[in-house]
């Protein structure tokens, strides 16, 4: 059963940092690229980052890229999002997802076959 469990959301002030933690299990995960889309109140799903776990490449959006960072720790099966200077407009539901076999440039959330259950990041000014 393909679990992917989000965790490290919260209440922070603009300017400030957080980390979101991915941990996944049930894949194979060598052949999957995982990102970090959001959601924020009223608006659409949209991607943030990914990572494809087989050679580390990365892709950013470009309203979070030089500010947000994505990691993977292949003995914790964890992807992270690193988010500093985090502004208002970066309040959403941060979701993990999985696709396999998926280039890190995919960014529509239909091609994840896998999604976490959401974590919270509220960002006041």
């Known amino acids: 059963q393909v679990q992917l469990v989000e965790s490290g959301g919260g209440l922070v002030q603009a300017g400030g940092s957080l980390r979101l933690s991915c941990a996944a299990s049930?894949?194979?995960?060598?052949?999957?690229?995982m990102g970090w889309f959001r959601q924020a109140p009223g608006k659409e799903r949209e991607f943030v980052a990914a990572?494809?776990?087989?050679?580390?490449?990365?892709h950013y959006s470009e309203s979070v890229k030089g500010r947000f960072t994505i990691s993977r720790d292949n003995a914790k099966n964890t992807v992270y999002l690193q988010m500093n200077n985090l502004k208002p407009e970066d309040t959403a539901v941060y979701y993990c997802?999985?696709?396999?076999?998926?280039?890190?440039?995919?960014?529509?959330?239909?091609?994840?076959?896998?999604w976490g259950q959401g974590t919270q990041v509220t960002v006041s000014s």
């Open positions: 049930g894949l194979t995960l060598r052949i999957y690229t």
């Open positions: 990572i494809r776990w087989s050679d580390d490449s990365t």
């Open positions: 997802a999985a696709n396999q076999f998926g280039e890190t440039t995919v960014v529509t959330d239909r091609r994840y076959e896998y």
